[in-house]
């Protein structure tokens, strides 16, 4: 096999009160991207979207993946791809985390999987610090791994994938961008000891909530008390749209990855219907576009869906 079509999906990072360590797939939205072996050492990228991401390999997430892995292998193999983006950069859904992971695990598959998943995971990385300029795996382990994702350490590489019951996703994405790396710089280096004690406990309840499908645990644990009270002011309505959906039923939620996108947990589908109409009447009211999306948790991760 010489060419390999990936689907690569969405992913919320954090989790509220999980920064860094906490992320989850989702089904939609996704990208597509086709990846060929090529036998010369080069990397060729082209992107079809609207998006007007670089070419040239060093400047692009999936390219600076794609060079870590050729200076692993060595010898004269390189890779053709072609992007079609369907997560907007700058939306906080993961869009640079699925170029990378996508990128990874397409190279790893037409290499004949010589890469563990760690392996594939760190090659993933490399992207990720080209987007944000720190290396994190929240999401580009739920997006490579499925499912939710805890990532107890990153030196050395230590992630633990956490069960959960189904659970309905909403997302709003409004239509500003957000760099990742400015929302992480507005960030305060140093926390509260009392702060630390309410995330971790929050941290602790979430997980222990997924695994033992105790959805009032997980709605109580989803509260952050050190980047959110930062970050929210980036996001027009960010307070009134978490009031209103708590309101309409959902479980709780935040700030998805370093936004603008605001995500919701529910426990069925009309819940996250029901949210979805909440979010969509502020923004309406705000005057800002968005797009929305009701999904649920993706527990395969990058698929492959086409080789030939
Ligand atoms: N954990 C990262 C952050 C995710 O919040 O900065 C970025 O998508």
Avoid at 159 to 183: C, F, G, K, N, W
Wanted: one cysteine or more.
């Amino acid at each position: 096999m010489s060419t390999v079509k990936v689907k690569c999906p969405g992913t919320v990072a954090n989790l509220v009160c999980g920064f860094d360590i906490l992320g989850l797939a989702l089904h939609e939205p996704a990208d597509i991207m086709e990846v060929k072996l090529l036998d010369e050492p080069r990397v060729i990228i082209h992107n079809r979207d609207a998006y007007n991401l670089p070419t040239e390999p060093e400047k692009n997430v999936a390219g600076v993946v794609f060079l870590s892995v050729m200076e692993r292998i060595g010898g004269h193999t390189g890779f053709e791809v072609t992007i079609e983006k369907h997560i907007k950069p700058g939306s906080g859904i993961g869009s640079s985390a699925a170029s990378a992971a996508g990128a990874a695990v397409a190279a790893n598959h037409l290499l004949g999987n010589i890469f563990t998943s760690d392996e594939v995971v760190q090659f993933a990385m490399n992207g990720e610090k080209l987007a944000s300029g720190v290396k994190h795996a929240d999401n580009i382990a739920p997006c490579i791994l499925g499912g939710i994702s805890l990532i107890r350490s990153i030196h050395p590489l230590d992630i633990v994938s956490i069960p959960s019951p189904d659970l309905y996703v909403t997302v709003i994405h409004p239509q500003i961008e957000v760099r990742t790396s400015d929302a992480r710089q507005i960030l305060k280096q140093q926390v509260l000891l009392k702060d630390a004690i309410r995330q971790w406990g929050n941290i602790a309840g979430l997980v222990t909530g997924f695994m033992k499908n105790d959805y009032d645990l997980i709605g109580r644990s989803l509260e952050d008390v050190i980047i959110e009270p930062v970050r929210s002011i980036l996001i027009p309505g960010f307070d009134e749209v978490k009031r209103k959906c708590k309101e309409a039923g959902a479980l709780g939620g935040g700030i998805s990855g370093s936004g603008p996108s605001i995500f919701m947990l529910s426990k069925d589908d009309s819940t996250a219907k029901a949210v979805e109409s909440v979010m969509q009447e502020v923004y309406n009211k705000i005057g800002i576009d968005y797009h929305t999306y009701v999904t649920m948790i993706n527990k395969k991760g990058v698929e492959i869906v086409a080789g030939y």
